[in-house]
């Protein structure tokens, strides 16, 4: 059965990182995409960063270029965000999801399983 599990969220200062982990099981990584997204109290899920097998490229949203990174563990069937130089505004539930297919979106609805979500708070 398809399962994603997110974790790593927790408080962190402004400034400071964390590493989210999401772990796939019931399939592999290798023919999807796999997306993270982000959901602020109030304010609708957006694409924070995705995995695309197409062309083995990352693409992040500009909120975030340059302060997070994606990985990929295929031994470990595992996916990472490591984030750094966190602020305020980053503070959400982040979910990990799987594509339809090979290609990146940045449209939920293109993604057709999700993990629980792991809350991030970022404060001082």
């Known amino acids: 059965q398809v399962q994603l599990v997110e974790s790593g969220g927790g408080l962190v200062q402004p400034g400071g990182s964390l590493r989210l982990s999401c772990a796939a099981s019931?399939?592999?990584?290798?023919?999807?995409?796999i997306g993270w997204f982000r959901q602020a109290p109030g304010k609708e899920r957006e694409g924070v960063s995705c995995f695309s097998v197409n062309d083995g490229s990352t693409l992040y949203a500009d909120s975030v270029k340059g302060r997070f990174t994606l990985s990929r563990d295929n031994a470990k069937n595992t996916v990472s965000l490591q984030m750094s130089s966190l602020k305020p505004e980053d503070t959400a539930v982040y979910y990990c999801?799987?594509?339809?297919?090979?290609?990146?979106?940045?449209?939920?609805?293109?993604?057709?399983?999700w993990g629980q979500g792991t809350q991030v708070t970022v404060s001082s």
């Open positions: 019931g399939f592999t990584l290798d023919y999807y995409a």
């Open positions: 999801a799987r594509g339809m297919s090979y290609f990146c979106s940045d449209h939920t609805a293109e993604f057709d399983y």
